[in-house]
């Protein structure tokens, strides 16, 4: 088990931060973090259910070559032009909300996630977290929302947010622990609002976070 959160990041970083409440100097044998579906339990999130006003960032051309340099040393120049074309492209986000739907609704393009494994990955890689139980612990939402984000490019971040559980959602989603008409926990990539002013993540993006997550994103509607 890692025993820093610098584990954690050198891990799922695609970009490299510095001068952060969650920095941390150790460094060791790096970890993939994934998640498991588990039984609903009492988490900290820094949700709030207004609108997002996150702000597209400059596109920063990842260099993919050296993302995964390992994984791409020993194979012939044309294969490793198509890998970077297809790391680079953006995300198929489809379906798409409707225009009509996203006029009255919020949505947000990301993953399902349960109370329990906000609180399970905070205690699990915050160095932070309190052994005595009696202490409050830190807010492990925005823990989460930091070690994610890492996963993205320019200087975009994840954020928490709340989505109303539907019928699709749970045909699609089986592992959901809601039930259809209540809220849940969504790990956000991106926001409708910020889909029409142009935003697109790019595949390595999702990737990243597809992995670590273990289960496909999708568009959900938000909760106000």
Known sequence: MPKSTSEVASTIALKSRSNTPYASSSSARTRRVTFQATEQDEGHSSDTDDADNSSVEEDVEPDIRSM??????NWP???IREFED??????????IPSRRNSQDFQY???????????????????????K??????????????YMLSFAMLGGREVKLRRAWVREEDKE????????????C???VVLSMTDYQRGYRPRYVEVRELTKMMRRKPSWWQGVF
């Open 68 to 73: 995964f340099a390992r994984r791409i040393r």
């Open 108 to 130: 947000y393009f990301g993953y399902y996630i349960t109370a329990s494994e906000i609180r399970k990955f905070s205690e699990r890689y915050n160095s932070e977290w309190p």
């Open 172 to 183: 699609r989603l089986s592992s959901i622990e809601e039930p259809v008409g209540k809220g």
């Open 185 to 187: 926990y969504v790990v």
């Open 86 to 95: 297809r790391m680079r492209a953006p995300y198929d986000l489809s379906p």
């Open 77 to 79: 120049e044309n294969k």
């Open 132 to 145: 005595d139980p009696n202490e409050m612990p830190p807010d492990a939402g925005a823990f989460l929302e």
